[in-house]
Structure formats: C-alpha cells, structure tokens
T-cell receptor
C-alpha cells in the first residue's frame, strides 16, 4: 500500500523564520519518486521538486531545501527566511511503479508579516 | 505558452444530477490526469489518460468516468451526484505518461458544490 503522511495540518511562522514541513511515506516499491507541490490560493498546484528513490542527495534551491532519508522514509522540506509569499498549502506526493500519484493531505503554511 | 485550462471554474448542482468537467492540457501534452480535492481526504487520484486511452484509475465508484479526445482535451463526468462529491476537481497535464516524468502542470480546478 502506498501512503503519504503530512502530520502538520497548519503551521504559522513569523516572516524570516525558518520552517520545516514534514513528509513521511510508505511504499513497498523499490523504485519510486517523491515530489513537493505548492498550492497558492488560486488553486493550481505548482511543481517544486522531484526526487527518485535512488538519489538521497539533499537539494537546495535558493531558500528551499529538501532532506530525503530512506532510512526513515521521510522527505522533509525546509524554507529558510520565510516570506509572506510562501503562504500556501504544500503537498508531498509519491509516484509508484504503477504511475499513480499519492498525495499527502497537505500542510497549510501561513507566514505572518 | 498557455497553461492547463479547466471549465467551468465553479458550478452548483443538486443531488442526482450529473456533471461534465472539461480540461484542455498544455499544447503538446498528451497525458491528462484528474484529481479530487476535499478537506477531509486531500488530493485523490481519479484517472489518467494518454493518447485517448485510460492508463490508470483510482479507487472511485463507476459514477466517475472520463475520456480523452484526439486533441488531448479531456472530460470527466460524474453521474448521480451525491453531497460527498462536492470538491475541487483538478486536472493536470504532462508531456508524456510514465514513471518519473512527474512534472504535472495543474489547472486551477473546477469547484463543484452539490446541494
């Protein structure tokens, strides 16, 4: 069974604080992909990152960084020096060998000016 | 480059009615997938079409159906609407189907309210 868990339903931080969004996944597949998407108030999901199961290198893109740890089945997302524009719902997702996406329930991030 | 276009953006139906939602993918994209987003269940995969063929289907009842046309535009239909069908229906397109492509481009969704 495939499952993605985002235990944090809502997070509020003050601008310029760092924030980490947690993602834990379950799959029996050895080959899979993990993703993060951002959903601003307008509704459409915006792709942020894709990571395959064989690449555990952490990635940094500007203020965004991702920590993939297979040992704990986690793919956490950190925003450094948060800004008001980062306010959105963030989804973690798993794509398995059946080519189906499994999304977490999302974490709503509010950055307070 | 135009994005994924979904119509209508908002609609209200009553129980028992049926609804058809439309999705026009990004030009050149041949894969279209549909998702239902509700506060309680989050985002759930409905189905995926590629070159007019349904490649994958999620765990939804047969009241939910879809199709894809030769120009890659897709429609989904929900018959005999129930209150629980109220949701944001998101369409996503990608250049190809298959493992690892993953860069889905989403539309803004069609928000369905069933009264």
């Amino acid at each position: 069974a495939q499952k993605v868990t985002q235990a944090q339903t809502e997070i509020s931080v003050v601008e310029k604080e760092d924030v980490t969004l947690d993602c834990v996944y379950e799959t029996r597949d050895t080959t899979y992909y993990l993703f993060w998407y951002k959903q601003p108030p307008s509704g459409e999901l915006v792709f942020l990152i894709r990571r395959n199961s064989f690449d555990e290198q952490n990635e940094i893109s500007g203020r965004y960084s991702w920590n993939f740890q297979k040992s704990t089945s986690s793919f956490n997302f950190t925003i450094t020096a948060s800004q008001v524009v980062d306010s959105a719902v963030y989804f973690c997702a798993l794509m398995n060998t059946g080519n189906q996406f499994y999304f977490g329930t999302g974490t709503s991030l509010t950055v307070i000016p | 480059k135009a994005g994924v276009t979904q119509t209508p953006r908002y609609l209200i139906k009553t129980r028992g009615q049926q609804v058809t939602l439309s999705c026009s993918p990004i030009s050149g994209h041949r894969s279209v997938s549909w998702y239902q987003q509700t506060p309680g269940q989050g985002l759930q995969f409905l189905f995926e079409y590629f070159s007019e063929t349904q490649r994958n289907k999620g765990n939804f009842p047969g009241r939910f159906s879809g199709r894809q046309f030769s120009n890659s535009r897709s429609e989904m239909n929900v018959s005999t609407l129930e209150l629980g069908d109220s949701a944001l229906y998101l369409c996503a397109s990608s250049l190809v189907a298959g493992m690892g492509t993953g860069e889905l481009f989403f539309g803004e969704g069609s928000r369905l309210t069933v009264l």
